[in-house]
């Protein structure tokens, strides 16, 4: 009996160091998670605007197919280390594993469930060959210029945009799409658009479902660039199913639109 008296009060004592240690290391980590997330920022922000400015006169200089190549090779490589940066640093974990199957996937329209504005950091790094759509408000905007260089698509009217993605997909290219067309807040999932449906049709191209999920609520809906948010952060990407499109393009979202939903919120999902 005395020996587990004395056992016990061991492990009492053991447990209350490492409670100490703790307590004297957390204000450390909040210290190093802030100046970490704070430097991040700022690599962003220098890389992005250098880039954007030099792929502007690149996109001159360059034959289109040759610019969009380089343009979109540069916005993969500098996602994937903005990426690595955040992990090595200790801010983020990122889960990207499944996307290595549709690696070499061409003519595939990605759809992508819309949490915050990091998810197409997180694809950009991982989908080769691979456009989005900018708004046309933007759409001159120099902080852009990697995009238009890397022949990303300008959404225009709704007739030509569906030819102009068609093409880019006949052409070889995939194509990155958020159906739900913005951010919700909290995390709620928005219903789809049938835009991305009329696309694919267009170029009989195959939907691939990719899941986003997340721990952090940092730049979703009304969260500013430079709030800090708990470290880290938690990511991972996973795979659903590839899709033909069939039936009417708005009955189509809808199904898929439920698939998410009944996918990343079943409890929203219940009746």
């Excluded at 993969?76 to 499944?98: K, N, P």
């Excluded at 690696?103 to 990605?110: E, N, Q, S």
């Excluded at 708004?135 to 225009?156: C, Q, T």
């Amino acid at each position: 009996m005395a020996s587990d008296r004395s056992s016990t009060s061991g492990q009492a004592l053991t447990d209350s160091r490492e409670a100490e240690v703790e307590a004297r290391r957390r204000p450390l980590r909040h210290a190093w998670d802030t100046f970490s997330f704070f430097l991040v920022l700022t690599l962003l922000a220098v890389c992005f605007t250098g880039w954007s400015l030099i792929a502007v006169v690149l996109a001159r200089l360059l034959p289109r197919r040759a610019g969009q190549r380089l343009g979109q090779n540069a916005i993969r490589v500098f996602f994937s280390f903005f990426l690595w940066t955040m992990c090595r640093l200790g801010i983020a974990r990122v889960d990207l594993s499944a996307v290595d199957a549709v690696r070499d996937a061409r003519g595939v329209v990605y759809v992508a469930n819309h949490l915050a504005l990091l998810d197409i950091l997180l694809l950009g790094s991982c989908l080769p060959r691979t456009v989005c759509i900018i708004k046309a408000a933007a759409w001159r905007n120099p902080l852009l210029g990697g995009g238009r260089l890397a022949g990303y698509i300008r959404a225009e009217e709704p007739l030509r945009l569906i030819r102009n993605a068609a093409a880019v997909l006949r052409d070889g290219s995939n194509l990155l799409i958020f159906p739900e067309g913005t951010r919700y807040p909290a995390g709620r999932m928005g219903p789809f658009r049938p835009g991305f449906a009329l696309i694919a049709r267009q170029a009989r191209a195959p939907i691939q479902t990719l899941f986003i999920e997340s721990n952090s609520p940092y730049l979703r809906k009304g969260w500013p660039l430079w709030r800090r948010p708990e470290f880290p952060l938690v990511y991972r990407v996973t795979l659903g199913p590839r899709l033909p499109v069939e039936g009417g393009a708005e009955a189509f979202a809808a199904e898929l639109g439920a698939l998410y939903r009944m996918r990343l919120q079943p409890e929203a999902s219940q009746p």
